[in-house]
C-alpha cells in the first residue's frame, strides 16, 4: 500500500521533453500526448510495483475516459509508445516504464535504508533498558542475602559490589565518553564549517551560542545519515530554489529547522524540478522560521 506522503511526488530529468524520445512522440502526438504520456506515468506510480494491469477488455476503454479521446486513439497512441518510441514496456499483461523502475528503486532503498537504521536505535534502546532492569533486581536480591549473613560476609560482599560497582561506573563513562566523540565530530561539522557556509549567505544569521543551543541529537543523526557533503548539496539547492524567482518557494528557516527539512531538498527529491510546478510547490509548507 502506498503511504499518502509518498504519493507527493516521484523524481525525473527536467529535461525531459528534449529526449528523443519524447521529441519523436511530441511530433506525431504533440503536447497532447506528451501530457498523456506523463498522466500514464503517474498512474504507474500509483500502482502496485509500479506497474499497470493492462490485460482486461476494459484497459483501454477506461484508460481512453482518462485521456479524453476514443478508446482506439488510446490504444494507438500506448502501442506507439511502446513498438515506436520506446517509452514503456508490456508483457501482455501490465505496462511498465523502465526509467520509473529505476527511479523508484532507489527511492525505495533509502526508506528501507531508514527503517533499519531506526530499528536498530530501537533495539539499541529496549536492550539497554532491559540490562537496568536485570540490574535492579541483582542489586534488591543481594541486599536481602546480605542481610542474612554474619557481619564479616557482609563486609566482604560490600568490598565485592563496591569493586564491581567502580567497574560498571568506569564502563559507563568510556561509554559515555565514545557516543560523545562521535558526535563531537557532527557538532564541529556544524559549528565551524557548516554555520560559517550559512552565515555567508544571508537567509538567517546565528551566533556560535545560539546554534549550540538550539542544535539537538536529532540534527546530529540527520548529518550521520545523510553525510556531510550531501547535506551541503542540499543546502545549495534550497538556497536556489529560494533566491531563483523561477521557482515556486519562499520559505525563510533557521539553521537548525533546515536540517528537519533538509529531505526536501535531498539531491534524489529533485527540488529544482518540483518547485518548478507551482502546484506541486503548493503542497510544501511554506513558513517563514527565524
Given at each position: 500500500?502506498?503511504?499518502?506522503?509518498?504519493?507527493?511526488?516521484?523524481?525525473?530529468?527536467?529535461?525531459?521533453?528534449?529526449?528523443?524520445?519524447?521529441?519523436?512522440?511530441?511530433?506525431?502526438?504533440?503536447?497532447?500526448?506528451?501530457?498523456?504520456?506523463?498522466?500514464?506515468?503517474?498512474?504507474?506510480?500509483?500502482?502496485?510495483?509500479?506497474?499497470?494491469?493492462?490485460?482486461?477488455?476494459?484497459?483501454?476503454?477506461?484508460?481512453?475516459?482518462?485521456?479524453?479521446?476514443?478508446?482506439?486513439?488510446?490504444?494507438?497512441?500506448?502501442?506507439?509508445?511502446?513498438?515506436?518510441?520506446?517509452?514503456?514496456?508490456?508483457?501482455?499483461?501490465?505496462?511498465?516504464?523502465?526509467?520509473?523502475?529505476?527511479?523508484?528503486?532507489?527511492?525505495?532503498?533509502?526508506?528501507?535504508?531508514?527503517?533499519?537504521?531506526?530499528?536498530?536505535?530501537?533495539?539499541?534502546?529496549?536492550?539497554?533498558?532491559?540490562?537496568?532492569?536485570?540490574?535492579?533486581k541483582q542489586t534488591h536480591n543481594k541486599r536481602i542475602t546480605n542481610v542474612q549473613q554474619n557481619d564479616a560476609r557482609e563486609k566482604k560482599r560490600k568490598k565485592e559490589n563496591t569493586s564491581?560497582?567502580?567497574?560498571?561506573?568506569?564502563?559507563l563513562e568510556v561509554s559515555k565518553i565514545n557516543v560523545n566523540k562521535k558526535e563531537n565530530i557532527y557538532s564541529q561539522f556544524i559549528l565551524n564549517g557548516f554555520l560559517e557556509k550559512w552565515n555567508t549567505l544571508n537567509i538567517t544569521t546565528h551566533s556560535t551560542e545560539t546554534v549550540k543551543r538550539k542544535i539537538q541529537k536529532?540534527?546530529?543523526?540527520?548529518?550521520?545519515?545523510?553525510?556531510?557533503?550531501?547535506?551541503?548539496?542540499?543546502?545549495?539547492?534550497?538556497?536556489?530554489?529560494?533566491?531563483?524567482?523561477?521557482?515556486?518557494?519562499?520559505?525563510?528557516?533557521?539553521?537548525?529547522?533546515?536540517?528537519?527539512?533538509?529531505?526536501?531538498?535531498?539531491?534524489?527529491?529533485?527540488?529544482?524540478?518540483?518547485?518548478?510546478?507551482?502546484?506541486?510547490?503548493?503542497?510544501?509548507?511554506?513558513?517563514?522560521?527565524?
Amino acid at each position: 500500500m502506498i503511504r499518502m506522503k509518498d504519493a507527493y511526488w516521484f523524481s525525473h530529468d527536467a529535461n525531459a521533453r528534449n529526449d528523443i524520445k519524447h521529441i519523436e512522440m511530441r511530433s506525431l502526438y504533440g503536447w497532447e500526448g506528451y501530457g498523456w504520456y506523463w498522466m500514464i506515468v503517474e498512474l504507474m506510480r500509483e500502482s502496485s510495483d509500479y506497474k499497470i494491469p493492462c490485460g482486461k477488455r476494459t484497459f483501454y476503454t477506461t484508460m481512453a475516459n482518462m485521456m479524453g479521446c476514443n478508446e482506439e486513439k488510446a490504444k494507438q497512441y500506448i502501442a506507439d509508445c511502446v513498438e515506436e518510441f520506446e517509452l514503456f514496456k508490456t508483457d501482455g499483461d501490465f505496462l511498465w516504464s523502465d526509467s520509473l523502475l529505476h527511479r523508484m528503486q532507489i527511492k525505495d532503498d533509502l526508506r528501507k535504508k531508514r527503517s533499519a537504521a531506526g530499528t536498530k536505535a530501537a533495539t539499541s534502546r529496549w536492550n539497554t533498558d532491559t540490562d537496568k532492569i536485570a540490574n535492579v533486581k541483582q542489586t534488591h536480591n543481594k541486599r536481602i542475602t546480605n542481610v542474612q549473613q554474619n557481619d564479616a560476609r557482609e563486609k566482604k560482599r560490600k568490598k565485592e559490589n563496591t569493586s564491581k560497582d567502580i567497574i560498571r561506573s568506569t564502563n559507563l563513562e568510556v561509554s559515555k565518553i565514545n557516543v560523545n566523540k562521535k558526535e563531537n565530530i557532527y557538532s564541529q561539522f556544524i559549528l565551524n564549517g557548516f554555520l560559517e557556509k550559512w552565515n555567508t549567505l544571508n537567509i538567517t544569521t546565528h551566533s556560535t551560542e545560539t546554534v549550540k543551543r538550539k542544535i539537538q541529537k536529532k540534527h546530529l543523526d540527520t548529518i550521520k545519515l545523510y553525510g556531510e557533503d550531501t547535506i551541503l548539496k542540499a543546502l545549495d539547492s534550497y538556497v536556489e530554489v529560494l533566491r531563483d524567482k523561477k521557482y515556486y518557494y519562499d520559505s525563510i528557516f533557521t539553521l537548525w529547522r533546515f536540517l528537519e527539512k533538509v529531505e526536501d531538498f535531498l539531491p534524489e527529491a529533485k527540488p529544482l524540478v518540483r518547485f518548478l510546478d507551482k502546484k506541486q510547490a503548493e503542497k510544501f509548507p511554506h513558513e517563514d522560521l527565524y
